[in-house]
């Protein structure tokens, strides 16, 4: 196995900003269609960060950035099956205009592989499609490969058919079909190899250790607070805020054992804002690990492991860690919130009861602390329904089967499958390439504009004091402070 960087397009590549406004405008279209309408929290992010960027004239020319903010405001103003579907068929046919990267073509053929694999695809008008449209024209079999379980419904689209999309299961395998458009036969549900080692990891510290270690009584139970992305707190605050409520809540239970129970605080691997949270009012809570990384060190994940797996219970608003919590046999609840709503992404039904998912959902703090409370007592009623879930979610070919061979013999498989070759509109190219000079100029002058502004926002010098003897309007004063 080695390891490198792998090259983009030029920086002064004209089709590099061509591509980002096509790519864009499909994403945005998306969203434009009532089955993913349902879904606002995503809807709003993909607009915001689409049309926030098209009202910057930096590197775009005036032509095709007034195209597509035309095109990008009549989709953010409606939900329209039909204008979505005809606005991806279109920026589908000029994605298939755009040609190939030099660059990317002649990487490809120095590295000689027998086989292309990408990941994710789905961030805003992703450039690893260039991967994509490179490995065809070469005739090499590639394929996108899905990395988590929100990727489907809550980011950008597959807007390239590879030979293969490798998704985790048969949910995700409707979902690269009915809102990607990828063809049934190109798409393979292998389980989700980067669980595999839930199955197998068994504890590294005893109980009692890893409780003394991150300081909590050891003569108490704990439950394990999951923090979420930022994507979903949207302001760190906000979890902040919230965790501080459910804490009060705990503490103010009728129940005794939620008054003296431990809570451990596991922050996102991106929630830097609980380096500095103090929660030390609380008796038994600690916030553990302090540091925000991702657990990819062998004792990072066992710490995560086994901060999981010697906790009764836990607690999450929308994260993957609740799924991971469910592979170890653990009681999973969630409180819905308005100030995340997570139950507007799609991914997140896929965890209810009713869907066949494990969790205990309240609509309140109060009524989480009952819920908590019986599940303290009574254990977990829902124990068979969390292993038939993570079975058909995580290992659809069986709990016993760990997904990653099987993973790799689909890739395997891959190397033999024939690679066609793209039709594009040449008609299209050629009304594209009309726009390149103009989009290579617009990213040649971009250093220079953006320099420019710089030395437009230079501090002005400080006003002149008026003379001691000076009357001065106290309106004037004020203006001057301000």
Known sequence: MTAGFAPDRGRFDGWRSIAWLVRAVGDLARYTDPRLGRAPVPRRRMRRLVLDRLERPDQFDPVARWVARRVARR??????????ARTIRATAKLEAAIPTSRRIDRYLRGQRPDVVLVSPVV?????????????????????????????LTSKGLLRVVPQRVFVWNEIQRREAIELHGIPASRVVATGAQSFDHWFEQRPRFAR???VTRIGLDPAERYVLFLGSSPFVTRRPERELGFVTRWIETLRASGDERLRRIGILVRPHPTGRHWRDAD????????????????????????????????????????????????????SVLTILDREFAQETTLHFHYLLEENGGFLHVASSLEEHAEQLARVL???DDRAETRARFVESFVRPHGL???????????????????????SYSRRLRVLLALDFPLSS????????????????????????APPASAEVPPRVEAAVES
């Open 400 to 422: 016993s089967r760990p997904a990653t061979p099987i993973f790799a013999d689909a890739v395997e498989e891959l190397a033999g499958v024939p690679v066609e070759e793209e």
């Open 377 to 379: 007592e009574e254990g």
């Open 279 to 330: 929660l030390g009012r609380f008796a038994n809570v600690a916030v553990w690990p302090r540091r925000s990384a991702a657990p990819v060190t062998d004792e990072e994940r066992a710490e995560f492991f086994d901060s999981i797996v010697h906790c009764e219970a836990a607690v999450g608003i929308n994260t993957t860690a609740m799924i991971e919590a469910a592979i170890l046999g653990k």
């Open 441 to 464: 100029l617009a990213l040649l002058a971009y250093p220079v504009r953006r320099r420019l502004r710089r030395g437009r926002r230079r501090p002005a010098a400080p006003p002149a």
């Open 75 to 84: 989709l953010v103003a409606t939900t329209d099956a039909e204008l979505s």
């Open 123 to 151: 961030k805003i008008a992703s450039s690893q499609v260039e991967f994509l449209k490179s490995a065809r024209k070469l005739r090499i079999p590639a394929a996108t490969c899905v990395a988590s379980w929100d990727n």
């Open 208 to 210: 009692e250790e890893l």
